[in-house]
């Protein structure tokens, strides 16, 4: 039998009061076996427990439309109500850790545990996201880590057969040893189809499909939650490795057992594996399990119950069937060349009894190890507010110089590259392919879309961590609005450093509040998300980087816009105020060389203003082309534009302006800029709604010109923004 001792105390990431409180639970020492399960149960990935008191402070219902939200935080995902008898399925998960050891397998089976998220609770899956974060460029290990993680996204997500139809890819050092690997999937399901976790029946048999168990994986969750250090590679053996192809037989499979009346329960096996699903299902039915490890299907010899309860194997789910539905569920996962055991059952007991070889080999209270695991109220600093930048004290450089480096630089640069290699047209439904504001699937047979996208600006949640959660917020919101969708609700994954430092926990914090009052005014609840800390290595955290997903429905896709310019001779109107904020914005970075200053401020009521008006001119046919203003302000969202529809433009300057570089590249908020054939209806209606436009040039021929700056042709920049992320891979 194992000691238990201080040292494999620390080895399972439990503190000496963690383990003091598992003696209360138990009355008595545990096994190895049952320490490993309180490992992973309360470790920081599984439980949040650095997190969740900041958490429960956002809104995770509609104070407008009371029924929008079916499901919020709690479940595998949640949902959200878009008529017709239908929701939408949906959530963003991490797998930062185990894409830097080994960036194939980790952005794969990223992508394969939130589709099995989606599906579990019945919903076909239609569009995956990824939003990644790389070190910088120049850094030995970043190109290896770009091409793996894409090839693991492109390679999980085309053999399953959902398209990848957005996100985005940014660097920056802070994550030189911590990559940032989030992914987001949204499916659709029939309200009257929903599937939820919580087991149920005295004697119902508990049943294990799919993949076999190995060794791989095991201490994921362990790993996932604490910093790197220089010995990270040796941690490989915790990534899981995943098998697309198993995993749509096994979508199809629970699909179609889903059609029958047979299913109490099923949730996924994902961080902790058996341990969590079984653990999660029973506390949130109120019941026990016992579990036979022998009936478990394995591909390894001699596995111990240690290792098969641990194992984060893929491709996996634990289900409750009625009884007497056995053989029904057998034969469709048997039809699917899929495993199929009966492993359990649920009893009255409130405790989990777990056999192997004829022995109990762990008896753990149920309630006391999935609810009572440690909620830490840990100290925390507010960030120190950094002074607003003068635009005169900040480099002036002609705008076309300007723009053309912020086009080519490694933000800003089209990532074309990246989702040429993933099917973004499989299933038929994509209408708005990836490089927009947003992606858009259309609802399948009818004119309805969902619009998705992912975002954040981590350099503004540095700079102030409040006004960066609301901005990221704020952002997903513009993103949805100017495709002309009713943003719906948000999904987020809050990637930080080391909660136990007071400064980093300040950026959770900062960030969670920012959010929260966002998501309160703009009526765009939270129903799902994903911590992600101690992302950092040998105590360099990450930039805080709380990555906002988001949805929004479009009732008729025949109104939506897109982000370009379709027609010479429009009239481009810029909606919202500018004053030139050029603290911790893109310029300042790309063109000073600096990375300091205030963030812009985020007025709430003007976003929801200006984003309603939008709406509404694009519900009227009024404008053509729709683009929100963020990284690199007026000029770079209107080179974006210009290319998106190969027709050229000419901006104004505005008279008297000193500073055309706070004009053109300042990164005020609750911007948005269109391109319309009716400007004098468009201003009227402006007037109307108090929402201060201006006009500020035309569309037409083969280049963008800046009044009194220059001229760049299309040609050339198309060749400066498209150039870099294929060089780069190339290693030119």
Sequence with gaps: MTAITPELIAEHGLTAEEYDK????????????????????????????????????????????????????????????????QAVIFKMESHNHPSYIEPYQGAATGVGGILRDVFTMGARPIANLNALRFGEPDHPK???????????IGGYGNC???PTVGGECEFHPSYNGNILVNAFTAGLVDTDKIFYSAAA?????????????????????????????????????????????TEKLLVEACL???????????????????????????????????????????????????????SESQERMLMVLKPGKEDIARAIFEKWELDFAIVGTITDTGRMVIHHKGEVVADLPIDPLALASPEYDRPWVENESRPVLDALDVTMVD??????????????????????????????????????????????????????TSDVAPRYCLAHPYEGGKQAVAEAWRNLTAVGAKPLAVTDNLNFGNPEKPEIMGQVVGCIRGMGEACSALDFPVVSGNVSLYNETQGEPILPTPTIGAVGLIEKLGIRVDAAFHDDDQTLILVGETRGHLGASLYLREIAGREEGAPP????????????????????????????????????????????????????????????????????????????????????????????????????????????????????????HEDWMPSYMAGE
């Design 22 to 85: 598992i003696l209360e639970i138990m009355g008595r020492e545990p096994n190895h076996t049952e320490l490993g399960v309180f490992s992973v149960m309360w470790s920081e990935h599984c439980s949040y427990k650095s997190s969740k008191l900041w958490l429960k402070t956002l809104p995770t219902e509609s104070t407008e439309d009371p029924d929008r939200v079916i499901c919020g935080p709690g479940e595998n995902a949640g949902i959200v109500d878009i008529g017709d008898g």
């Design 160 to 162: 399953i057969g959902v």
């Design 256 to 310: 179609e057992l889903m059609q029958t009346d047979a299913i109490v329960a099923i949730q996924d096996m994902g961080a902790a594996g058996l341990t969590s699903s079984s653990f999660e299902m029973a506390s949130k039915g109120g019941v026990g399990i016992h579990m036979d490890l022998d009936q478990v299907p394995q591909r390894e010899e001699g596995m111990t119950p240690y290792e098969m309860l641990l």
């Design 601 to 720: 401020p985020v007025d709430l009521a003007r976003e929801r203003a200006h984003g309603d008006f939008i709406r509404e001119l694009i519900g009227c046919g009024l404008i053509s082309g729709c683009h929100d203003l963020s990284d690199g302000g007026l000029a770079v969202a209107a080179a974006e534009m210009a290319l998106a529809g190969n027709v050229g433009c000419t901006l104004e300057s505005p008279p008297g302006a000193a500073a055309l570089h706070a004009w053109f590249f300042g990164e005020d908020q609750a911007r948005y800029l269109i391109a319309t054939d009716d400007k004098d209806e468009v201003m009227t209606r402006a007037f109307q709604a108090n929402v201060p436009v201006r006009t500020i040039g035309k569309t037409g021929g083969d280049a963008l010109e800046i009044a009194g700056s220059g001229t760049i042709s299309l040609e050339e920049l198309r060749r400066l």
């Design 142 to 152: 970043t190109r290896h880590l770009v091409s793996g993680v894409v090839a693991g």
């Design 201 to 245: 029946g005295i004697g119902n048999p508990v049943v294990y499909v799919g993949s076999k168990t190995g060794r791989d994986g095991i201490h994921g969750a362990t790993m996932a939650s604490t910093e790197f250090n220089a010995d990270s590679e040796e941690k490989r053996p915790t990534v899981q490795v995943g098998d697309p192809f």
């Design 399 to 452: 705008p076309i110089e300007a723009l053309t480096k912020i086009m080519g630089c490694p933000d800003q640069a089209s990532k074309r590259w990246i989702w040429e290699q993933y099917d973004h047209m499989v299933m038929g439904d994509t209408v708005a392919r990836p490089g927009g504001d947003s992606a858009v699937v259309r609802i399948h047979g009818t004119q309805k879309g969902l619009a998705l």
